[in-house]
T-cell receptor, first 113, second 113 residues
Framework: RKEVEQDPGPFNVPEGATVAFNCTYS??????FFWYRQDCRKEPKLLMS???SGNEDGRFTAQLNRASQYISLLIRDSKLSDSATYLC??????????????FGSGTRLQVQP | NAGVTQTPKFRVLKTGQSMTLLCAQD?????MYWYRQDPGMGLRLIHY???????AKGEVPDGYNVSRLKKQNFLLGLESAAPSQTSVYFC????????????FGPGTRLTVT
């Protein structure tokens, strides 16, 4: 079983739509969670952190469900510029000092005019 | 402020050849990482460094070596390239105080024939 699993998509949605992605993680001891965004043939960039209480940044809302070990990302009022691959990222190594991240393989979003 | 840069951007090697990928960051970050990204696999950590003169193995270290002689540079070496090392290689760096906000370089696309 992969440590971080995501539906690869693609999710094809019209502009203005609301779309949600889920991600599940296997290590119940994981402490830190993030969403990164990766445009086609570009490097990943941090989109937002995911806190236990959930967090919102403009049109983006991230939530964490520790009991079910999943993370979600909600995008409201989708824009063409939101088209990208969204990577679910978990830090499972709080005690090792490695500060490394475990990446999901990503969910591709295509927003259509 | 260039952020994280990688050299070269593209390279084609024959099986058995060696090469070095260079990563440089101008943000005075303590942590640096090398990842590889393959289709459907997500990014996987090869090696990482928590400071100048220190390196450690990640998830997939076999066939690679690294060095961090200067804080701003992190080199990844392939001693004897194999077709299984065909991939996109990303370097990343992060602050000691915010280790999970990783800044990525633009990537190196390596093909081994």
């Amino acid at each position: 079983r992969k440590e971080v699993e995501q539906d690869p998509g693609p999710f094809n949605v019209p502009e203005g739509a609301t779309v949600a992605f889920n991600c599940t993680y296997s290590n119940s001891a994981s402490q830190s969670f993030f969403w990164y965004r990766q445009d086609c043939r570009k490097e990943p960039k941090l989109l937002m952190s995911v806190y236990s209480s959930g967090n919102e940044d403009g049109r983006f809302t991230a939530q964490l469900n520790r009991a079910s070990q999943y993370i979600s990302l909600l995008i409201r009022d989708s824009k063409l510029s939101d088209s990208a691959t969204y990577l679910c990222v978990v830090n499972p190594d709080m005690d090792t000092g490695r500060r490394a991240l475990t990446f999901g393989s990503g969910t591709r979003l295509q927003v259509q005019p | 402020n260039a952020g994280v840069t990688q050299t070269p951007k593209f390279r084609v090697l024959k099986t058995g050849q060696s090469m070095t990928l260079l990563c440089a960051q101008d943000m005075n970050h303590e942590y640096m990482y090398w990842y590889r990204q393959d289709p459907g696999m997500g990014l996987r950590l090869i090696h990482y460094s928590v400071g100048e003169g220190t390196t450690a193995k990640g998830e997939v270290p076999d066939g690679y070596n690294v060095s961090r002689l200067k804080k701003q540079n992190f080199l990844l070496g392939l001693e004897s390239a194999a077709p299984s090392q065909t991939s996109v290689y990303f370097c990343a760096s992060s602050y000691l105080g915010s280790p999970y906000e990783q800044y990525f370089g633009p990537g190196t696309r390596l093909t081994v024939t």
